[in-house]
């Protein structure tokens, strides 16, 4: 988790989190996030769960084009 403390509009970080992959789900603690056996969690950061921190939607966007990464290079 890396908190930067700058907030995106739940509405934006859904969109640029399905655009890298992700299948999101707008859940009470925050957005769910699935990809294959990839799961996150990025829970809210204000009480009317309208805002996520920028960082940890950056770290989900990383963790997935990281595991993308892993799949795509060939066996020893």
Do not use: F, H
């Not at 403390?5 to 769910?32: N, Q």
């Not at 963790?63 to 990464?69: E, G, I, V």
């Amino acid at each position: 988790m890396s908190v930067d403390g700058v907030c995106l509009l739940v509405s934006e970080a859904s969109t640029r989190l399905e655009s890298e992959g992700w299948s999101v789900e707008i859940a009470d603690d925050g957005l769910r996030l699935v990809n294959g056996q990839l799961n996150r969690l990025i829970a809210y950061r204000d009480s009317l769960t309208s805002l996520v921190d920028r960082g940890d939607t950056n770290d989900a966007v990383w963790t997935l084009r990281r595991a993308k990464s892993k799949r795509k290079r060939p066996a020893p």
